[in-house]
């Protein structure tokens, strides 16, 4: 065998060796990706395991929070939701706002009227005694996120039903 043969055979074994290590990386990368693959759809149905085990325990909650079986758990439970009251209260004072005394919710101390009930607040009360109702035109605000009350112009939430001011009700 001549030296042009023998070069040829090594450039044959050579290649053959590339390609080899070319499929066994090719295999080896499709391998990589389809566990990638898996390991994502484990992850995404334990994330949906945990979404319904959450929802069972809410449930389970909200039907029964006196629960003996879970009395250790609800009372954690219990115990956050007293410290999340007890930081809007903290809050609500920063805010300069009060609870409506008839359905709690949280309003402007200046409010007329509750804007969720309709109840005539201490303010409003002050303001009717004191002949405090005056009119003024709507000011210009984005419709999607505020309503005007029709009776004296008062911009409010998009989610009041009632006007904080004059406590006319408000159109849905």
Do not use: W
Request: proline residues 2%; contains cysteine; glycine residues 8%.
């Amino acid at each position: 065998m001549g030296f042009k043969e023998t070069v040829m055979e090594f450039a044959g074994k050579v290649g053959d060796t590339v390609d080899k290590g070319i499929k066994s990386g090719s295999e080896g990368l499709q391998k990589m990706t389809e566990k990638s693959r898996l390991q994502k759809e484990i992850n995404q149905r334990n994330i949906e395991i945990n979404n319904i085990f959450q929802a069972v325990g809410q449930k389970l909650y909200k039907e029964d929070p006196n629960n003996k079986m879970f009395e250790g758990v609800f009372g954690a439970v219990k115990e956050k939701e007293t410290q999340i009251e007890e930081f809007k209260k903290q809050l609500a004072v920063l805010e300069d706002k009060t609870p409506c005394r008839t359905c709690g919710e949280m309003i402007s101390k200046e409010a007329s009227v509750c804007p969720k009930c309709g109840n005539i607040t201490a303010a409003g009360q002050k303001n009717a005694a004191s002949g405090l109702n005056e009119t003024k035109q709507p000011e210009k605000v984005e419709a999607e996120k505020v309503k005007i009350c029709k009776n004296c112009g008062n911009t409010l939430d998009d989610t009041a039903r009632f006007c904080n001011k004059c406590g006319s009700k408000l159109d849905e």
